[in-house]
């Protein structure tokens, strides 16, 4: 986590004051878990991974056997205690939790630098217990000294005009780029983020900016900070950057750079690094899982291998046994006169018949016929370890079957488990926000510029409708017909949903005007001279326009959560839904919140579990229009 990461993740866990801690565990060689118990919110942990991180997470990990010598420290010296404080120290990598009891106060420091520790220190700030032992060129981490911190950097969020000047006029021809990453602690992507937003050339020399440029970036960094300066919760956009297929970056707000990524948005910041640290985590217990699991497979092949051979050979050596025993009966009388003709020199000698490629040995201490039954009897011989060598390998086989059907999924291991709810594979567009029409037509809309752009480009036919608001700020809106014609009502119902997600629901207007083209009267080709910006497009010809009064319905239909307008048609397709009309005083985060709660409480008990996992916190929050909005009605 970068500072800025911390300063967000902060202003969230504000959220555990007068939490009391339950216990502490040590899952991890850097890592701790609070349990903690808060009077409204119930049974939390509070994950704390040294040179890392710090949220609670939602996810559970296998406690060790014995609890480690810092963890039963932590329990016996903070149990029962409260948290009265969570605070970052001057912008830097570095949490203070202050954990008050009956009979003493103490600070648990978790420094999530590099080279970290967690670290608890009394009232007069002496250390207690160190979870590592260390030693620095200007302090050391041990029981009994005085607790002092790494060496602080500047606070960009408390820096003023005057002295960001100053910082950069003494940067000795350091990039500007650079100077922001290190010297005030933004590291490299904020620090890039700062020099696109105030279009400066981030490799320019910090101490060759001009008075005007100095103060842009001042002006800048207040502004793409200013959830974290003013602890506004509810202007972070957290979410997760994703790369290809995989977890790229996790960020409190979005950035430029990446943009024209694909995003994954999250109720709150927490919920986001939560997600992001638990897969990496997942993919390493996984990846270790699978060493050890391929390493008792292999063991087993290999012995499976050795056991085939053996059983090979026992075949073989049974089968010339036989065979042997079998000659002598059958040539009696010419290996009589053989061995007649040899004399008795020796006691056991080795023959070849003619025409026969196969060696006998032959004890002339005894009859030939003792010799055959001695080759049965080694064949007897054979044939009960080649029995042997069968039960063994089908009790490895059977080994080998159980050691696969091991394998357990990652998520079974972070994760309680939950009955799965059993539904059809995700169609393309489910990714964004749709509805199918009364007439049986897939209608989608556009959640950003990004997916706006997607939509035309790859899924809009030359005969599909396209529609759209006057409004600025509003979603591209395609109705696959595929040229069939489409009647008055529907086309009234995707003009609803249209203006719906547009800044009219925002502005509070309960109607708009939304108009309608096919596809071939859509381009992304401007005229000579002119540029148009990402998510937007040119449309030419003939349109035909719709009043649409604005209305939406979030509901549950065959085990998914769909967004459609309210008509009377599309109520009656729904199981249950909440209708929503623009205004209202809750907050996106708390009306969301409102919604879950009612799907879970209107919810029979056996399905309840399953509606948890439909209508999730984040999924209905991207089903939510812009701006504020009330709950009209609701059924059932």
């Given at each position: 986590?970068?500072?800025?990461?911390?300063?967000?993740?902060?202003?969230?866990?504000?959220?555990?004051?007068?939490?009391?801690?339950?216990?502490?565990?040590?899952?991890?060689?850097?890592?701790?878990?609070?349990?903690?118990?808060?009077?409204?919110?119930?049974?939390?942990?509070?994950?704390?991974?040294?040179?890392?991180?710090?949220?609670?997470?939602?996810?559970?990990?296998?406690?060790?056997?014995?609890?480690?010598?810092?963890?039963?420290?932590?329990?016996?010296?903070?149990?029962?205690?409260?948290?009265?404080?969570?605070?970052?120290?001057?912008?830097?990598?570095?949490?203070?939790?202050?954990?008050?009891?009956?009979?003493?106060?103490?600070?648990?420091?978790?420094?999530?630098?590099?080279?970290?520790?967690?670290?608890?220190?009394?009232?007069?700030?002496?250390?207690?217990?160190?979870?590592?032992?260390?030693?620095?060129?200007?302090?050391?981490?041990?029981?009994?000294?005085?607790?002092?911190?790494?060496?602080?950097?500047?606070?960009?969020?408390?820096?003023?005009?005057?002295?960001?000047?100053?910082?950069?006029?003494?940067?000795?021809?350091?990039?500007?780029?650079?100077?922001?990453?290190?010297?005030?602690?933004?590291?490299?992507?904020?620090?890039?983020?700062?020099?696109?937003?105030?279009?400066?050339?981030?490799?320019?020399?910090?101490?060759?900016?001009?008075?005007?440029?100095?103060?842009?970036?001042?002006?800048?960094?207040?502004?793409?900070?200013?959830?974290?300066?003013?602890?506004?919760?509810?202007?972070?956009?957290?979410?997760?950057?994703?790369?290809?297929?995989?977890?790229?970056?996790?960020?409190?707000?979005?950035?430029?750079?990446y943009e024209p990524k694909e995003k994954v948005f999250f109720s709150s910041f927490n919920?986001?690094?939560?997600?992001?640290?638990?897969?990496?985590?997942?993919?390493?217990?996984?990846?270790?899982?699978?060493?050890?699991?391929?390493?008792?497979?292999?063991?087993?092949?290999?012995?499976?291998?050795?056991?085939?051979?053996?059983?090979?050979?026992?075949?073989?050596?049974?089968?010339?046994?036989?065979?042997?025993?079998?000659?002598?009966?059958?040539?009696?009388?010419?290996?009589?006169?053989?061995?007649?003709?040899?004399?008795?020199?020796?006691?056991?000698?080795?023959?070849?018949?003619?025409?026969?490629?196969?060696?006998?040995?032959?004890?002339?201490?005894?009859?030939?016929?003792?010799?055959?039954?001695?080759?049965?009897?080694?064949?007897?011989?054979?044939?009960?370890?080649?029995?042997?060598?069968?039960?063994?390998?089908?009790?490895?086989?059977?080994?080998?079957?159980?050691?696969?059907?091991?394998?357990?999924?990652?998520?079974?291991?972070?994760?309680?488990?939950?009955?799965?709810?059993?539904?059809?594979?995700?169609?393309?567009?489910?990714?964004?926000?749709?509805?199918?029409?009364?007439?049986?037509?897939?209608?989608?809309?556009?959640?950003?510029?990004?997916?706006?752009?997607?939509?035309?480009?790859?899924?809009?036919?030359?005969?599909?409708?396209?529609?759209?608001?006057?409004?600025?700020?509003?979603?591209?809106?395609?109705?696959?017909?595929?040229?069939?014609?489409?009647?008055?009502?529907?086309?009234?119902?995707?003009?609803?949903?249209?203006?719906?997600?547009?800044?009219?629901?925002?502005?509070?207007?309960?109607?708009?005007?939304?108009?309608?083209?096919?596809?071939?009267?859509?381009?992304?080709?401007?005229?000579?001279?002119?540029?148009?910006?990402?998510?937007?497009?040119?449309?030419?010809?003939?349109?035909?326009?719709?009043?649409?009064?604005?209305?939406?319905?979030?509901?549950?239909?065959?085990?998914?959560?769909?967004?459609?307008?309210?008509?009377?048609?599309?109520?009656?397709?729904?199981?249950?839904?909440?209708?929503?009309?623009?205004?209202?005083?809750?907050?996106?985060?708390?009306?969301?919140?409102?919604?879950?709660?009612?799907?879970?409480?209107?919810?029979?008990?056996?399905?309840?579990?399953?509606?948890?996992q439909i209508a999730t916190h984040e999924k209905v929050m991207s089903f939510l229009p812009?701006?504020?909005?009330?709950?009209?009605?609701?059924?059932?």
């Amino acid at each position: 986590m970068s500072s800025v990461d911390i300063a967000a993740i902060v202003i969230e866990l504000q959220e555990l004051l007068g939490a009391r801690v339950v216990k502490a565990y040590q899952p991890g060689k850097e890592e701790i878990r609070l349990k903690l118990h808060h009077k409204e919110k119930g049974g939390l942990d509070l994950i704390i991974e040294a040179g890392r991180r710090i949220h609670v997470t939602k996810y559970k990990r296998a406690s060790p056997r014995m609890p480690s010598n810092f963890s039963m420290f932590l329990r016996k010296h903070l149990g029962g205690g409260r948290i009265s404080q969570i605070q970052q120290l001057d912008f830097d990598r570095i949490v203070e939790i202050t954990i008050e009891r009956w009979d003493k106060k103490l600070n648990l420091i978790a420094e999530l630098l590099p080279r970290g520790n967690i670290v608890l220190i009394d009232e007069n700030e002496i250390i207690t217990l160190p979870l590592k032992r260390r030693s620095f060129s200007s302090r050391k981490i041990k029981v009994g000294e005085k607790y002092e911190r790494p060496p602080s950097r500047r606070n960009p969020l408390e820096m003023s005009e005057y002295d960001l000047m100053n910082l950069c006029k003494s940067s000795q021809d350091k990039d500007v780029v650079r100077v922001l990453a290190a010297e005030l602690s933004l590291g490299g992507l904020y620090a890039e983020e700062v020099c696109e937003k105030a279009g400066i050339d981030k490799k320019k020399k910090a101490n060759e900016l001009a008075t005007n440029e100095i103060k842009t970036i001042h002006e800048t960094i207040l502004a793409l900070f200013k959830p974290i300066i003013t602890n506004d919760k509810s202007r972070l956009r957290a979410h997760i950057v994703i790369d290809g297929e995989e977890k790229a970056d996790v960020l409190p707000f979005e950035l430029s750079i990446y943009e024209p990524k694909e995003k994954v948005f999250f109720s709150s910041f927490n919920d986001a690094a939560d997600d992001f640290f638990t897969t990496q985590i997942a993919e390493g217990v996984e990846e270790k899982a699978k060493t050890e699991h391929e390493k008792e497979v292999g063991k087993y092949e290999r012995i499976l291998k050795e056991q085939l051979d053996a059983l090979h050979e026992f075949k073989l050596k049974e089968a010339e046994c036989i065979k042997n025993g079998e000659l002598i009966y059958a040539r009696y009388t010419e290996i009589e006169d053989i061995l007649r003709e040899m004399g008795k020199k020796r006691k056991v000698v080795t023959l070849t018949l003619p025409d026969t490629d196969v060696p006998l040995e032959i004890d002339t201490s005894i009859s030939l016929h003792k010799n055959a039954s001695a080759y049965y009897e080694k064949a007897k011989v054979f044939r009960k370890k080649r029995k042997g060598v069968e039960h063994a390998i089908a009790a490895t086989k059977e080994k080998i079957r159980t050691e696969k059907e091991k394998e357990v999924r990652v998520e079974d291991a972070l994760i309680p488990k939950r009955k799965e709810v059993k539904r059809e594979k995700e169609e393309w567009y489910e990714r964004f926000r749709w509805f199918e029409t009364s007439d049986g037509f897939i209608v989608v809309g556009g959640k950003d510029a990004t997916t706006n752009e997607i939509l035309v480009k790859k899924y809009m036919d030359a005969n599909d409708l396209f529609f759209h608001t006057q409004a600025e700020g509003a979603p591209t809106v395609i109705a696959k017909t595929g040229g069939k014609e489409v009647s008055e009502d529907c086309l009234s119902e995707i003009a609803q949903f249209a203006a719906s997600y547009s800044n009219l629901w925002k502005y509070g207007f309960y109607e708009g005007e939304c108009y309608c083209v096919t596809g071939e009267q859509v381009s992304k080709t401007p005229p000579s001279g002119e540029y148009i910006k990402k998510g937007s497009f040119m449309v030419r010809g003939k349109r035909k326009y719709f009043k649409a009064a604005l209305g939406l319905c979030i509901g549950i239909e065959k085990n998914r959560l769909v967004a459609c307008p309210s008509s009377d048609s599309q109520k009656n397709r729904l199981d249950n839904f909440v209708e929503l009309e623009p205004g209202g005083d809750l907050e996106k985060n708390e009306l969301s919140k409102e919604i879950v709660n009612f799907f879970v409480d209107s919810a029979k008990d056996e399905k309840k579990e399953e509606i948890k996992q439909i209508a999730t916190h984040e999924k209905v929050m991207s089903f939510l229009p812009p701006g504020k909005s009330r709950i009209k009605g609701s059924y059932p």
